[in-house]
């Protein structure tokens, strides 16, 4: 078959940080592709870029490939050929479903890419790089992603630190709309379990940090206060969860058991992210303390993490029947339209036969000869048809190229491209709602 479906591209288990960031692309740079395009060799192309990976899929022919192949490397200026990874057909079908569930992912059973995907798809669409074949491979992609999440548990459990003390807050505490939170250290981590907390909708913030502006410019994204450092303990009363972020000096813990003592007097939830802890440990001995530390969390992830790995299998079950439905809806494509063809070649020149001979029969036994005509054609195309199909069903494409070639089936495409303007209608609908 000359055009196949194809994917070229590298991902974080093919390329270091430093090749990747150089292959990076915003979705507009999705535009540069439209020179590649060509109607003989390369018919559609999709550009999917994130953090972790780069990826062209497309439909074309070798010719096709090479091209994808240059854009990569005039683009970037770079050779990438000890990176990239090159599939096509089924094997190009699968990956990109596996992409869609999280399963080639670098946080397994992540969701964020089923985003990626689709918004790869709409800027693809926009600038017309994209056509019926790319758009039934999302759409099925999209569907299997979808599956693959409300089937299993592949994408249940945190697998960040910072995650997962947001998930624990929401377990231990009631009402977390209600409840107030104090963070010490506006750093990365912290600034990330804020923000999980935040979209748990925690109502109430307070941000301590060694550099008061920074703290000030985190507190005004969460909506709470910014306070200094030496202002914790007058805090802590009224917060009912803490955690500790910050950088300190060993042993010199930012709260301290017997400072706490005398003000905690309503259950709290202490989160230590910290190295050297932030937290006094023995704080965990109190009745109204939880105290988790870094190495608590962790376990926690790694159990998740187990967890998912052991949906896998179940993952991949699903994969390999949305991938059967579409390779079956692929192979049956152009088929589907060279038997409509076929026939309807073999109907008009049985009817310009029979209008010849009209005028030397009676109406009657004309339309007994007619009758004749259509029964003796349905059981001359019985078999080429049926053979048709099973061509299609071994994926022998060559054999229908020389089918359309050997009957000259001129119409074949523009009839191919009306079915397909359909159904890409259809698609866009069903990517939408997606």
Not at 6 to 32: C, S, W
Request: glycine share 6%; with cysteine.
């Amino acid at each position: 078959m000359k055009n196949r479906v194809f994917v070229l591209g590298l991902n974080h288990k093919t390329a270091p940080l430093e090749i990747r960031e150089q292959l990076a692309y915003t979705p507009d740079d999705m535009r540069f592709l439209i020179p590649c395009l060509d109607s003989e060799c390369l018919m559609e192309a999709l550009l999917l870029s994130t953090c972790n990976r780069t990826e062209i899929y497309g439909v074309g022919s070798q010719e096709g490939r090479q091209k994808v192949e240059r854009f990569f490397e005039e683009s970037r200026s770079i050779s990438l050929k000890d990176y990239f990874y090159y599939l096509e057909e089924e094997k190009a079908v699968n990956h990109l479903f596996h992409v869609a569930a999280g399963l080639d992912s670098m946080i397994l059973g992540e969701t964020q890419i089923m985003n990626q995907i689709k918004k790869a798809f709409l800027k693809a669409q926009e600038i017309g790089t994209i056509n019926t074949v790319l758009m039934k491979m999302v759409e099925k992609a999209l569907v299997a992603g979808k599956k693959v999440r409300k089937e299993t548990n592949l994408s249940e459990g945190a697998l960040s630190v910072p995650y997962a003390a947001a998930e624990l807050g929401k377990k231990i505490l009631s009402n977390i709309n209600e409840k107030a939170l104090l963070l010490i250290g506006a750093g990365e981590t912290g600034e990330l379990a804020a923000g999980y907390f935040h979209d748990l909708g925690v109502s109430e913030f307070y941000i301590a940090n060694r550099t008061y502006s920074k703290g000030e410019t985190l507190a005004r994204k969460l909506g709470g206060t910014s306070i200094s450092l030496d202002k914790i303990y007058e805090i802590l009363p009224q917060v009912d969860i803490v955690i500790g972020a910050a950088y300190i000096e060993q042993d010199k813990y930012l709260i301290d058991r017997e400072k706490a003592i005398p003000i905690i007097y309503r259950p709290l939830l202490m989160l230590d992210l910290g190295v050297p802890r932030n937290f006094d440990p023995s704080l965990n001995e109190l009745d109204s303390i939880f105290l988790y530390s870094l190495d608590d969390l962790e376990q926690v992830v790694r159990k998740n993490l187990d967890r998912r790995k052991k949906e896998i299998p179940k993952a991949r079950k699903i994969i390999t029947e949305e991938v059967e439905k579409f390779m079956g809806w692929r192979n049956t494509l152009a088929t589907r339209t060279i038997a409509i063809e076929l026939r309807k070649q073999f109907e008009e020149l049985q009817k310009k036969e029979l209008e010849r001979f009209r005028h030397r029969f009676p109406q009657d036994l004309f339309e007994e000869l007619e009758r004749f005509s259509m029964g003796l054609l349905g059981k001359f195309l019985h078999k080429p048809l049926v053979q048709i199909k099973e061509y299609s069903r071994r994926g022998e494409f060559e054999k229908l190229h020389i089918i359309q070639e050997l009957f000259g089936l001129e119409n074949q495409k523009k009839g191919l491209k009306e079915n397909l303007e359909e159904l890409k209608e259809e698609l866009k609908e069903d990517i939408r709602k997606s």
